[in-house]
């Protein structure tokens, strides 16, 4: 389960976010590594109660952006990734594997990770992504 992430670059830009629409089918088995293997730009980015008690945030602001390049080494049991990181806005993340649940529909792409806030609610982060033609 192995994604090599190249180089990651944040940026704060002002245009409208695009936003990946939760929920989309996910690319059947067999399929995911060819629709993500290449380079996608960032285009939003938001953290959520996973049963809607709470507000929606965005991290990295209203519009955020960077990229991301994949290789071929994705294995496709669990529709999810691990990346390698090399660069990172927060220090703390280089050297580190960080598994991504993949949702893929057409040419973008979703990353979501799960885990419990503070007050113990459980949250989802997405990040999402298009491809770059």
Not at 11 to 26: D, E, H, I
Not at 41 to 59: F, L
Not at 73 to 97: A, F, K, T, Y
Request: hydrophobic share 40%.
């Amino acid at each position: 389960m192995r994604a090599r992430l190249f180089a990651l670059m944040v940026v704060m830009l002002a245009v409208a976010p695009v936003c990946f629409a939760q929920g989309a089918p996910k690319a059947p088995r067999g399929q995911i590594a060819t629709l993500i293997v290449g380079t996608s730009r960032m285009t939003g980015a938001e953290t959520r109660v996973v049963n809607g008690s709470g507000p929606t945030t965005r991290p990295r602001g209203t519009a955020p952006a960077g990229y991301i390049i994949y290789d071929t080494q994705i294995d496709e049991n669990d529709q999810s990734v691990i990346h390698h990181m090399e660069g990172s806005v927060n220090p703390r993340n280089i050297g580190n594997g960080m598994k991504r649940f993949v949702e893929v529909s057409h040419d973008k792409l979703s990353l979501n990770t799960f885990a419990k806030g503070p007050d113990g609610r459980e949250r989802v982060a997405l990040r999402m992504w298009e491809r770059v033609k």
